[in-house]
C-alpha cells in the first residue's frame, strides 16, 4: 500500500476518516502527478456498529448513526468522484462499493466464560479469551488427562452453548489455526455474549449494562448477520440490478476483477455477478 495507518485510532470521528482518506487521495494527486494513479482507497465507518453493541440493533441510536453514516457515505462519493475526475483518461472507470462485515442483534444475556466453566478449579492447566459471541479454552502444559473432558462435561449442561475442538471445526469457517485458536472454541447462541463483567455464571445484559447487540452468529441460524453490498459505476451505470444473495467472501474476488488482477491464492475465486 502506498499510504495506510499503523493502527487504529478509536477516538477519530468517522467524519475525520473518511477525510483522512480523501486527504490522502489529494496528497497523491498533487506530490505524485508522475506516477501511476492510485487504484483502490478503503475505509471504514464505525458509527453504526459501537452504537449497534451498546444500545441494541433495534434503539434509535444505531438508527441516527446509519442516517449519519449514508450522509457521510454521499460526501466521500462526491469527493472521491471529483478527484477521480482530475485525472481520469478515456479508459479509466470510477466505481463505489459500500458494504458491511456483519450484521448486528439483539443480546438479552450476558455469559462469564470463566464461571461457564469453573476455570478457578482448573488453576493454570488453563487459560481463557472471551470475546463477543465466541470464547477459546487454550490447555496449557499443566493440563491433565481429564481437564479437557471435564469442561467438556460441564459445558454439556447448558442449552445455549456449543463447544467444538479446534481440529473439528466446520472447514467452512476457515478457523481452526494452530495456535491462535483455543483447544475448545466456546460458541454461544444469538442472544447471547461474553462478559467479563458477570458476577455469575450468566445476567440479563441490561441489568450489568451491556452490550444489547452482538455479531459474530452463523448466518445460516441468525438472519440478523446478513449484511448489503451497493456497488455504482461511472461511465456504466449498471442500473438498479439486484445482486441477490451473495457472499461476503465473494469480496475479494469482486474488487481483484475490478482491478484486473488475480485473487489471493488462498481466497475464494468466484466474484460477485455484476451485470453489464
Known sequence: AEYFGSRFIPTLSDRERVDALL?????DLEHRANEPPLRLLMGYIVGPDAAGHQFGPDAQEPLEQTMAADALLRHLHDEALALWERRRTPADD???????DHGMSPVH??????RLIDADSHGPAIKTLALGSIGQVFLTKDAGAETRKEIERRLAGYRFVRVYAREALPPEWGYAHPTRVGDLVVVLDPGYAFSHRVPGVTADAASVGGPLGMHGYHPAVNEDMHGA???????RPWGGVDLGQV?????????????????APDARRDPVRLSE
Not at 453490498?229 to 461511465?235: D, E, Q, V
Open 247 to 263: 457472499d461476503a467472501l465473494q469480496l475479494h474476488a469482486t474488487v481483484a476483477s475490478l482491478l484486473g488482477i488475480e485473487p
Open 23 to 27: 486527504d490522502a487521495w489529494r496528497h
Open 94 to 100: 470510477f466505481v463505489f462499493l459500500v458494504t458491511t
Open 229 to 235: 453490498l451497493f456497488i455504482w459505476r461511472a461511465s
Open 109 to 114: 444475556t450476558l455469559v462469564n466464560l470463566e
